[in-house]
């Protein structure tokens, strides 16, 4: 299925979206002030999970976004991504089963906070 079809597909780990009016899914290139930003880059790297470098053609589709990053134009139609947009949405699944670096001191703490409450 997705061998005949030729146009821009999510490069995102576990994500197989591809352009999709019907769904409203669009694409988008990572923003070139990100990738010029070697801080921003990494943020991206990281949350999406990515190993190496950002390839060439790699595209992310717009649900890994909040509906307000993503901006369509009234004149041409075309979606593209806020200066603002940071991908939150629909990320891949080993960010959330990642273990917690929480040290156990401020998980104590807040444990006595809660009984305070009571
Ligand atoms: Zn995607």
Redesign the pocket.
């Known amino acids: 299925m997705v061998k005949k079809y030729k146009g821009k597909y999510?490069?995102?780990p576990q994500?197989?979206?591809f352009y999709n009016k019907e769904k409203g899914?669009s694409m988008h290139r990572v923003p070139a002030f990100i990738l010029k930003s070697p801080l921003l880059k990494k943020k991206w790297m990281h949350v999406l999970r990515m190993g190496k470098e950002f390839p060439k053609n790699f595209f992310?589709?717009s649900?890994?976004f909040l509906d307000k990053y993503i901006i369509t134009s009234q004149k041409s139609k075309l979606t593209f991504l806020s200066r603002a947009a940071f991908p939150t949405e629909?990320l891949p699944s080993s960010i959330v089963t990642k273990r917690s670096k929480t040290p156990r001191r401020i998980l104590q703490r807040i444990v006595e906070d809660k009984s305070y409450e009571m």
């Open positions: 999510c490069g995102v994500c197989k979206n899914i992310i589709c649900t890994h629909n």
